[in-house]
């Protein structure tokens, strides 16, 4: 006669196993050793090694020579602090296969407690497609960045000579010719100078990309002091004054940070209100990442124009009431997307805008 | 002032004619007696300050405005074989190019360039720069 806990639990390790073994993911389970005590179809299929061959077999035979040892005692630790993982959480693993072939592996892990002891259930998906897309679309990307940056910088010359010759033009026989040519020379320097800025601008934001330099401890506080005295005469002339807060290091290029900086505060002297301008810098912790936050009394935008004005080349105003082409906040935010942070803003049209962006801190974890 | 007998004789090594002239023209305006000749490249430059080929006949130039980025044999170079020479080792040498890299100006102040200009991309810009050789090496710097 079985004891009726005993069936139940029999019962409920078979629905257990059989809803491992239906998983649409690779799965195994390990225990406290690192020995496999389970592992699905799905897993048989991409490790390549049939059941028995692997069942009490340790993890490491499923790992590449070089990362059995570090990986024995990353398990160890983890054990010792058991938590879940989801999947996505950033854990990539490069597995190895019976046949010694690599594979990239994405993992999630949660702990399971059986009356046998803990374990660990690991659920593994192959991402090697995935990887080889991802590698594909920053190899392409970066091309086309070195493509935008060699294309607008070779235009620059004989652009430079259209312009400087027609404004020549312009220069020795303005008045000279008729009414008519007159207007053809104004067009044809007008128009140049244009494509200049356009070009100038190109060159500009494919920099920020392509030329950029490696992300190092970085001091926002000094970036921000040199932006600062950069700024003297704007500053001076919109009799702007500026609060600050304790601002950290940060992982940055340091000449893109000061542009960063350079693009948001110009944008907030250069969309004033009828009183000086005021802006307040800070920053603050926010999970792993600083978030800081630029803010002014400017004119401000409607909310529904807050994503618009950071892509490249627009506008919100008729040409001619401010100057520029609208590439600063496009480069602000490849700017901060390089260094992997993110930038939105918070605005009221007549009572101003505050930019907020994320940036990685010099050292891995920030101290709450 | 000097006068027409003695001119100043400005060597520009500059491989787009579209610059030379520009600097020709605002160079005309100008209350000196001055004398620009054109070098295309950084070989061509050199057969001028050794008066070689074609410039056999050329004047020992007083200031030199060069540009970097040039065929046959690039500005720096050129920079670099000139201060070899003892006769041209003191001569003032204008860089005036687009390139505004950290490494090219650095590199051309090394190889004894005395003055680091790039070209503004506008027009009246860019005759000011001349203007501005013009009035410091021309007029108010002793040459050697």
């Avoid at chain 2, 787009?16 to 007696?33: F, H, Q, V, Y």
């Amino acid at each position: 006669m079985t004891d009726p806990s005993d069936e139940w639990h029999l019962r409920a390790e078979r629905r257990f196993g059989m809803i491992v073994e239906a998983a649409p993911n690779a799965m195994l389970m390990i225990d406290r050793r690192r020995i496999i005590t389970l592992i699905n179809r799905k897993g048989e299929d991409l490790f390549g090694y049939p059941r028995d061959e692997i069942i009490g077999q340790p993890i490491e035979l499923l790992l590449p020579e070089q990362l059995r040892e570090p990986h024995a005692a990353h398990v160890a630790g983890y054990f010792a602090a058991p938590r879940d993982r989801p999947m996505g959480a950033g854990s990539e693993l490069v597995g190895r296969r019976k046949d010694g072939s690599e594979v990239a592996l994405e993992i999630g892990l949660s702990s399971v407690e059986l009356p046998e002891g803990s374990f660990t259930l690991a659920s593994v998906i192959d991402i090697t497609e995935r990887k080889r897309i991802e590698d594909e679309i920053r190899r392409s990307n970066s091309e086309l960045e070195q493509f935008a940056y060699i294309a607008s910088h070779d235009l620059q010359e004989p652009l430079r000579m259209v312009a400087s010759f027609t404004e020549l033009l312009g220069q020795r026989y303005r008045g000279k010719l008729d009414e008519r040519a007159d207007k053809y020379i104004f067009y044809a320097v007008d128009g140049a100078r244009r494509m200049q800025q356009l070009v100038s601008d190109l060159l500009t934001y494919s920099r920020v990309g392509s030329q950029g330099g490696p992300l190092v401890a970085v001091s926002a506080d000094a970036v921000l002091g040199r932006v600062l005295t950069s700024l003297a005469g704007p500053i001076r002339d919109t009799e702007a004054a500026f609060g600050i807060g304790p601002l950290p290091t940060v992982l940055a290029d340091e000449s893109q940070l000061g542009q960063l900086f350079q693009n948001l505060i110009a944008n907030a002297l250069k969309f004033r209100g009828e009183a000086p301008p005021r802006v307040r810098i800070d920053a603050r912790v926010t999970g792993d990442r600083w978030l800081f936050s630029v803010a002014d009394n400017g004119i401000g935008i409607e909310m529904q124009y807050a994503e618009r004005i950071f892509q490249m080349f627009q506008r919100l105003h008729e040409r001619g009431k401010f100057a520029g082409s609208g590439i600063g906040l496009a480069v602000v935010k490849r700017i901060v997307e390089r260094h992997r942070g993110r930038i939105w803003l918070e605005s009221t049209p007549g009572v101003g805008t505050t930019f907020y962006f994320t940036l990685l801190p010099a050292i891995e974890k920030v101290a709450a | 002032m000097t006068t027409p007998a003695n001119p100043i004789h400005v060597l520009l090594v500059e491989d787009n004619p579209g610059d030379a002239e520009l600097m020709r023209d605002t160079l005309d305006g100008s209350a000196l007696a001055l004398e620009l000749s054109v070098a295309v490249d950084g070989v061509d430059a050199l057969d001028h300050v050794l008066q070689r080929g074609r410039h056999a006949a050329a004047a020992r130039p007083d200031l030199i405005i060069l540009d970097l980025n040039l065929p046959r044999m690039q500005g720096h170079e050129f920079l670099a074989e000139l201060r070899r020479l003892d006769a041209l080792r003191a001569t003032p040498v204008v860089i005036l190019t687009s390139s505004d890299a950290g490494k090219d100006i650095a590199l051309s102040y090394r190889l004894g360039a005395n003055c680091y200009l790039t070209k503004p991309l506008d027009l009246v810009a860019f005759q000011a720069v001349v203007r501005a050789i013009e009035s410091f090496w021309l007029s108010l710097a002793k040459l050697p």
